[in-house]
């Protein structure tokens, strides 16, 4: 059985969502990147990405840059 567990974080904690993917990149980091918020009919996509020190319980939102060619 799944069961959920709160801990405290601090830091820019990003929205809840769905649809999201999250990725380790080091042992103690991991980067999760869109998603959308809402509910399956009314919904908005997030776009954004945030890492997450799984020691420091620190969130951390990333500016990124849009290029066009």
């Known amino acids: 059985m799944l069961q959920s567990l709160f801990i405290e974080a601090n830091g820019t904690i990003p929205r809840a969502r769905f649809g999201h993917t ?3 990149i080091s042992t ?3 980067l999760i990147f869109g998603g959308a ?3 399956a009919g009314n ?3 997030t776009n954004d990405t945030f ?3 799984t020691q420091k319980r620190v969130w951390k939102k990333i ?3 849009e290029y066009y060619i």
């Open 22 to 24: 999250i990725t380790p």
């Open 28 to 30: 103690t980091k991991v």
């Open 37 to 39: 918020t809402g509910s």
């Open 43 to 45: 919904f908005s996509f």
């Open 51 to 53: 890492t997450f020190e």
């Open 63 to 65: 500016q990124s840059k």
